[in-house]
């Protein structure tokens, strides 16, 4: 069975700071996807990136950036010089297969990120 | 612009009480389902469908009820609403082909239940 753990389940930071959100996912696919979404308070779910198995290369957006190891099934993410404005729920996700699938992903619970001035 | 439409945004019942919560995506998306939220647990799958006709369990379906008639709508039913159901439910969509494309799971704004 799939599996998806985020450990922090809140972080605090001071505005500037690069903050580095850990994600370790459970499969025994080959052939699996793995998810970042942003819950910000408003509530609502905003896609941030998704990474297949097949590409191991990290990846980097502004001031965004994931590392995707599968020797140590991890997908961490990592936001470089925080701002106010990054202050929300981050969840990792996975889904296991190909077609078929697509609409099941598993959800880790969630890390608070609080960025203060 | 629509995407993926849930309605209500929120919702009060009595227990025992039913209702559906309705979702619908402009996409033309074969790949619907509906997840529920809640503190501490992130979210969590109920059912969900591969295209028009087909629906399947996912983690926690009991107390609820899909149908996907057309590929456009996916409303999910709460036959006897229970307090334990009091939570926020979201509904996505994707294309599934996701060996090519941005490969979104696209979430509508979700629903907030609450079950007296």
Redesign the interface.
């Known amino acids: 069975a799939q599996k ?1 753990t985020q450990a922090q ?1 809140e972080i605090s930071v001071v505005e500037k700071e690069d903050v580095t959100l850990d994600c370790v996912y459970e499969t025994r696919d080959t052939t699996y ?1 793995l ?1 970042w ?1 942003k819950q910000p308070p408003s ?3 905003v ?1 941030l990136i ?1 990474r ?1 198995s097949f590409d191991e290369q990290n990846e980097i957006s502004g001031r965004y950036s994931w590392n995707f190891q599968k020797s140590t099934s991890s997908f961490n993410f990592t936001i470089t010089a925080s701002q106010v404005v990054d202050s929300a729920v981050y ?1 990792c ?1 996975l ?1 296991e297969g ?3 699938t ?9 890390t608070r990120l609080q960025v203060t001035l | 612009n629509a995407g993926v439409t849930q309605t209500p945004k929120f919702q009060v019942l009595k227990t025992g009480q039913s209702m559906t919560l309705q979702c619908a995506q402009d996409m033309n998306h ?4 509906w ?1 529920r939220q809640d503190p ?6 109920i059912h ?3 295209g028009a006709g087909i629906t399947d369990q ?2 926690v379906p009991n107390g609820y009820n899909v149908s996907r008639s057309t590929t456009e709508d996916f409303p999910l039913r709460l036959l006897s609403a229970a307090p334990s159901q009091t939570s ?1 439910y ?1 509904c ?8 090519s494309g ?6 509508g ?2 629903s907030r239940l609450t079950v007296l």
Do not use: C, H, I, P
Request: no cysteine.
């Open positions: 998806v389940t996807y998810f979404y509530g609502e779910l896609f998704r297949n969840f996700a889904s190909d077609t078929g697509a609409s099941k992903l598993t959800f880790g619970t969630g | 074969e790949y619907m389902s997840y501490g647990m992130g979210l969590r799958l969900y469908s591969v996912g983690e926020v979201f996505a969509s994707t294309s599934g082909r996701w060996t941005r490969g979104e799971l696209f979430f704004e979700g």
